[in-house]
């Protein structure tokens, strides 16, 4: 069983002990850049689908991205309207 050190806390992630001033939402640090590179990547694959005319592609990517929003509580700074997670 961990022991915390008084002021920190266990990242809801990985289960790292960690300052809570470093927080994202419960994550450390590393698992929060972690996760903002996967919904960049998100982001990208979703931008190229469009890009490409792929309807089928950008409207499966943005749900992914809807649902990535919603698990996380984060959103995308300029998300379309249909896909923006209040």
Do not use: W
């Not at 991205?65 to 923006?84: F, M, N, T």
């Amino acid at each position: 069983m961990k022991t915390q050190n008084f002021g920190y806390i266990f990242c809801r992630d990985c289960g790292m002990e960690f300052n809570p001033a470093d927080a994202v939402s419960g994550l450390c640090p590393e698992c929060a850049k972690k996760r903002a590179d996967h919904l960049a990547y998100l982001q990208t694959m979703y931008q190229s689908a469009v890009d490409g005319g792929d309807e089928r592609t950008s409207e499966s990517v943005a749900r992914l991205i809807r649902k990535y929003q919603q698990s996380e509580g984060v959103r995308l700074k300029d998300v379309l309207p249909a896909y923006r997670v209040n």
